[in-house]
């Protein structure tokens, strides 16, 4: 616990150190003083259904291929947290139409593994979805950050060795809902957030334990999905 808060101090001085040595520009094209440019923003600004498998689908914000893929990457694996407020808003903007106007939200995070969370120094979809909570909330909406899901267990270099699917396959097994926390999901509306939807297996598994918690309506949001099988790579952990 100790180590944690003291590496979270080191980030934040390293962090704070790195924006005054090295301004960070446009998170998708790099040109300076903007955290996203107009032009990259507006990548951010679609509205595209992917179908996850079953009833399933989930809404993103954008095809995951140039300066979005670039951004995204940025953000999450290169410590550019200012674009949590700016992702944030391009998915609430998404859901706002579709979450009731009375009653709690819940905004529900997919996991990262623990090991990816230390790599990152952050639970990047955790901060993101402490932001939509926020913006949902200035849209005099109520809204609770629940982050209800967890990777459970390790499953050791198995995970590593494997190729892409069964990377996949074996993460999203270990993924497990809270049961503390699996009370305030009852009867409400749940967004569950993700980064970006390659497969659609990791989401698809994430709204299914959240119903079987009791969840209500189940919103699946991501930043972006994959146009095809090329880049899942780049995701760096096993989401799918
Ligand atoms: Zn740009």
Redesign the pocket.
């Known amino acids: 616990m100790i180590i944690h808060v003291a590496l979270g101090v080191l980030r934040m001085f390293a962090t704070v150190l790195g924006d005054l040595l090295l301004p960070h520009g446009?998170a998708?094209?790099g040109?300076p003083d903007?955290v996203?440019?107009g032009?990259?923003g507006s990548l951010f600004g679609d509205v595209h259904e992917r179908p996850l498998g079953g009833h399933e689908s989930c809404l993103t914000c954008a095809v995951y291929e140039g300066?979005v893929r670039h951004a995204i990457l940025s953000w999450k694996d290169h410590g550019y947290e200012a674009c949590d407020d700016r992702f944030a808003d391009s998915l609430v903007t998404l859901v706002d139409g579709r979450i009731p106007p009375r009653g709690v939200c819940c905004v529900v995070p997919v996991p990262s593994s623990d090991k990816s969370i230390r790599r990152r120094g952050r639970w990047h979809t955790r901060q993101l979805s402490r932001a939509m909570v926020s913006l949902i909330r200035r849209r005099g909406r109520e809204a609770l950050l629940v982050p209800a899901l967890c990777m459970r267990g390790n499953a050791g270099k198995s995970v590593e060795i494997g190729h892409g699917g069964q990377r996949v396959a074996r993460a999203n097994r270990r993924i497990h809902v809270r049961g503390r926390r699996q009370t305030l999901l009852r009867g409400r509306t749940v967004v569950v957030v993700d980064d970006i939807v390659t497969t659609g297996a990791t989401m698809a598994r994430c709204a299914n334990i959240l119903r079987r918690s009791g969840a209500g309506d189940v919103i699946c949001v991501a930043l972006a999905h994959a146009v095809d099988r090329r880049h899942e790579g780049d995701r760096g952990e096993g989401h799918g």
């Open positions: 446009c998708g094209c040109i903007a996203l440019c032009r990259c300066a």
